[in-house]
Nanobody, 124 residues
């Protein structure tokens, strides 16, 4: 299971950190991703980290967002800086079992587990 935390309301240029705590899964054997969905838009992949630690980002967040995984609580984290109003969305963490290549991990149906959504609102 995945439990996400860390959303909120911030001003443009500020930073936020999401955490996705896992339970009941083999943490080291999973890839993790963060998706987001803004009103009226489809869900989009923001960042992904494979079980081996390779990362990939949407062009819109490169250089501003950093995905990581690990720690005592077996979490996937998303560090977001220089936030923009267009980053406003509901964010979801997801986990996929196995050693999957990045192209496969770009498909939302690759993911076995999803956390609950957490809202981020960036004001201008």
């Amino acid at each position: 299971q995945l439990q996400a935390s860390g959303g909120g309301l911030v001003q443009a240029g500020e930073s936020l950190r999401f955490s996705c705590e896992t339970s009941g899964i083999d943490f080291v054997a999973h890839a993790f991703a963060w998706y987001r969905q803004a009103p009226g838009n489809p869900r989009e992949l923001v960042a992904v980290i494979t079980n081996l630690g390779t990362t990939n980002y949407a062009d819109s967040v490169k250089g501003r967002f950093t995905i990581s995984k690990g720690g005592a609580k077996s979490t996937s984290n998303l560090e977001m800086s220089s936030l923009k109003p267009e980053d406003t969305a509901v964010y979801y963490c997801a986990a996929a079992a196995g050693t999957l290549i990045l192209s496969r991990l770009r498909d939302s149906d690759a993911y076995d587990y999803w956390g609950q959504g957490t809202q981020v609102t960036v004001s201008s």
